[in-house]
């Protein structure tokens, strides 16, 4: 025989079932208008078929007594008899969520190590942990709601994420363990950076180191013909030596000198770090870099770019920009690139924050826009060209923004509906 008796919180109904001894089962319940019992559809859902009859019993008793120290903000410092049956890696994952203290937090990651250390394996899965913590029948004293994500943020909860805020503000967990982050990551050139300033000041100084001719109409052609050979390497046709070699065979030709004895990697590389040394912001970007890391609440800014990781690194730092940001992703490093899914699932585990949490934010269509249509990542064309409506319906883009103003009103709107939608308790 199975017992039911209901409890009413400050977060709403909870029902409790037990088998006469031990309690088995424990969370909240919205009691459904047609619904005979409080506990019709609950106990099926928690696993604990056959409740027939409320009663009072000295474990709901208990129960209650712990409630009550709870809900007043006090450890209760005990625990009712409990007996939670299922799978051995369930169990020991609700053995472990047993062992988070009043007033602490725990990430999912911790707890598979946990798991991984207990089985004696190398490696546990935090989503198969998260599966775990999700079936957990006893809320609250088995406290579930002590596991947040990797970067400190409220991730799901079977009650909602607005209970699960207020259960950790009950226990005085500090306000940045809980902190919503926002993880912006942004293409580096022509959206951060101005690529194209950098590159003709580069080429017109490895030129002239070398002997050769510079003008307008040579950078025009390099221009033109980089951009057309990176497009390639996007599509997988060519590799990236192959890229670095033929764009410095063409400019050779153009130059009509002889070049012989030049050779075109060595004078890449020399074209890379020169750029690296010479980095140019885009109008408006440091400006803007800094007022979304002071008014947005949880914001952290990621550089997500295709190109070599030194040029991409020594321009950020000839910026300052690297006082803003917080990561660095690049294709050299990655050995893969946008638009691949698999550059942005490398992101996003380095990151160690869920997929809603990200925006990727970039001006080109075949790089940036389609990676993150690949990648189930909300994405923002910045400068837009072209014929806008039919862009945003292939690449499915949510957002367009033709200025950092724009750009900023469209990650503060963004923040705020996921701030929102946290507090009525959607996942985020």
Not at 54 to 71: D, G, Q
Not at 325 to 336: A, H, P, Q, R, T
Not at 366 to 384: E, Q, V, Y
Request: with cysteine; glycine share 8%.
């Amino acid at each position: 025989m199975v017992y039911w008796h209901g409890y009413s919180s400050p977060l709403g109904d909870l029902i409790m079932t037990s088998d006469g001894e031990a309690l088995l089962s424990l969370g909240f319940h919205e009691m459904p208008e047609k619904a005979d019992s409080p506990a019709e559809g609950y106990a099926e859902k928690k696993g604990v078929p056959g409740v027939c009859a409320e009663r009072r019993l000295s474990v709901f008793e208990e129960t209650e007594r712990w409630l009550e120290r709870y809900f007043s903000g006090k450890d209760p410092g005990f625990t009712p008899p409990m007996r939670m049956r299922s799978t051995p890696f369930r169990e020991l994952v609700w053995e472990i969520l047993l062992t988070i203290p009043f007033g602490e937090t725990t990430t999912y990651g911790q707890v598979a190590a946990e798991v991984a250390r207990r089985m004696g394996v190398s490696k546990m899965s935090a989503r198969a942990v998260g599966g775990a913590v999700h079936h957990n029948p006893i809320a609250l004293i088995v406290p579930c709601h002590r596991v947040v994500g990797a970067d400190g943020s409220l991730t799901g909860y079977g009650g909602g994420i607005g209970r699960k805020r207020w259960l950790l503000e009950n226990e005085r967990v500090k306000t940045r363990k809980i902190e919503l982050r926002h993880n912006f990551l942004f293409d580096l050139d022509q959206t951060l950076l101005d690529f194209h300033a950098s590159e003709r000041k580069a080429l017109e100084i490895v030129l002239q180191k070398n002997g050769l001719p510079f003008s307008e109409e040579i950078y025009q052609h390099f221009k033109a013909y980089n951009k057309s050979l990176w497009l390639e390497l996007e599509k997988g046709t060519i590799s990236r030596t192959e890229l670095f070699t033929m764009r410095f065979q063409d400019v050779f030709r153009r130059c009509g000198e002889e070049t012989e004895t030049l050779d075109p990697l060595k004078v890449n590389d020399d074209f890379i770090r020169t750029m690296s040394v010479n980095g140019v912001l885009m109008d408006g970007a440091m400006d803007f870099v800094k007022k979304v890391k002071s008014e947005i609440q949880g914001a952290r800014i990621y550089i997500a770019s295709n190109g070599a990781t030194v040029n991409a690194k020594g321009r950020i730092a000839s910026t300052e920009l690297d006082r803003y940001i917080d990561g660095l992703f690049v294709s050299e490093e990655m050995g893969v690139a946008k638009p691949d899914a698999a550059f942005f699932e490398i992101c996003l585990k380095e990151i160690g924050a869920p997929r809603s949490s990200c925006v990727m934010i970039g001006d080109s269509l075949t790089s940036d826009m389609l990676g993150a249509k690949n990648a189930s990542l909300t994405s923002i064309w910045f400068m837009p060209t072209g014929d806008r409506e039919e862009a945003m319906k292939t690449y499915e883009i949510d957002f367009c923004a033709s200025t950092f103003d724009e750009l900023f009103v469209i990650l503060k709107k963004w923040s705020m509906t996921r701030e929102k939608s946290s507090e009525r308790g959607i996942k985020t």
